[in-house]
């Protein structure tokens, strides 16, 4: 059973990323289509998953709700934020996602994952980084009046 995610909480974060938070009532988010609302934002609200525990629904609404959606999946699952995102939930709309905390082991999954893809640029860095030095020895040596027979 995971952690009770509260909805101040996760609107406190997505509100530090940029995003609208439309303070929509239970019943407007069930009602209509996501996009007839004139603003980009969000709307949060408290359900109980499938094991009983406390946690959050996230609807994206606006012009361009597909973006939003985007965004809030994007910012919650940054590795200080540490949430889970499921989008494929029973109960949820198109436009809705379900925001739970993540656990140890996922967090430890997207960190491998993050340097498993940064790997070539990290390996690439380091190589550019020898390659200066090297070259800035060289130059020392040679400023010094030592240079090599090769």
């Known amino acids: 059973m995971s952690r009770t995610t509260r909805t101040h909480t996760i609107a406190k974060h997505l509100t530090a990323g940029g995003l609208t938070n439309l303070h929509l009532a239970e019943a ?12 980009d934002g969000f709307a949060l609200r408290q359900v109980h998953d499938t094991a009983g525990t406390l946690v959050v629904v996230a609807g994206a609404y606006g012009p361009d709700w597909f973006a939003t959606m985007r965004e809030i999946r994007h910012r919650l699952e940054q590795p200080y934020v540490k949430c889970t995102v499921l989008s ?8 809705e996602v379900l925001i739970r905390w993540a656990t140890s082991q996922e967090l430890q999954d997207r960190k491998r994952a993050l340097a498993q893809q940064q790997a070539p640029l990290i390996a690439l860095l380091r190589q550019q980084d020898a390659a200066e ?17 090769w």
């Open 88 to 95: 494929d939930a029973p109960g949820l709309a198109d436009h």
């Open 133 to 149: 030095k090297a070259a800035a020895q060289r130059q020392v040596l040679e400023d010094a009046g030592q240079s090599g027979l």
């Open 28 to 39: 407007r988010q069930k009602e209509g289509s996501p996009g007839r609302h004139e603003r």
